[in-house]
T-cell receptor, first 113, second 114 residues
């Protein structure tokens, strides 16, 4: 099976712009979670989508949003970018039922200047 | 809510020596426990997991971990490390609510030198 893929791998944006990141989960997985990784805060949970519905949400401002499509692919959007949004954004997929392990993609490195 | 504490931010060790990376967690409910490894410029790879059953869990690349409920610990061990084990290791916990959300520790950088 192909693993989790994320596009793009690297992105440079300017403060105030918005950005959309994409994640394709492992075939058959219905849950997609997003995490932000920074040197200062470590790995923090953003949100989880299961069958096109947001099932859980972390403690991030409303500028961070996401969605999931019927084929389980997910996108996350960050509006009005701030310098502090520079991070590695990781997507993880999971069957979403009784198996709890998550499989991570390579991440998208976002740099905000 | 859960929390995870990885007691060492960095662990230097010589090749072929044993290593233990420490992880303690806090939770008011039953949890599932995981160790992930991250190589430079890559995502996270699952090393091993504890869901239930035997408290000694074996994972990939010769790693193992032991779940100790009374001490709320899940330490990762390897009897003999290789240069290629140099990476950052993350301990994570998930509750049994049915959601997939992981709470991670801050990570431990394992530095293996010849």
């Amino acid at each position: 099976k192909a693993g989790v893929t994320q596009t793009p791998r690297y992105l440079i944006k300017t403060r105030g712009q918005q950005v959309t990141l994409s994640c394709s989960p492992i075939s058959g997985h219905r849950s997609v979670s997003w995490y932000q990784q920074t040197p200062g805060q470590g790995l923090q949970f953003l949100f989880e989508y299961f069958s096109e519905t947001q099932r859980n949400k972390g403690n991030f401002p409303g500028r961070f949003s996401g969605r999931q499509f019927s084929n389980s692919r997910s996108e996350m959007n960050v509006s009005t970018l701030e310098l502090g949004d520079s991070a590695l954004y990781l997507c993880a997929s999971s069957p979403g039922t009784e198996k709890y392990e998550q499989y991570f993609g390579p991440g998208t490195r976002l740099t905000v200047t | 809510a859960q929390s995870v504490t990885q007691l060492d931010s960095q662990v230097p060790v010589f090749e072929e020596a044993p290593v233990e990376l420490r992880c303690n967690y806090s939770s008011s409910v039953s949890v599932y426990l995981f160790w992930y490894v991250q190589y430079p410029n890559q995502g996270l790879q699952l090393l091993l997991k504890y869901l239930s059953g035997s408290t000694l869990v074996k994972g990939i690349n010769g790693f193992e971990a032991e779940f100790n409920k009374s001490q709320t610990s899940f330490h990762l061990r390897k009897p003999s490390v290789h240069i290629s084990d140099t990476a950052e290791y993350f301990c994570a916990v998930s509750d049994n609510s049915g959601y997939s959300t992981l709470t991670f520790g801050k990570g431990t950088m394992l530095l293996v030198s010849p």
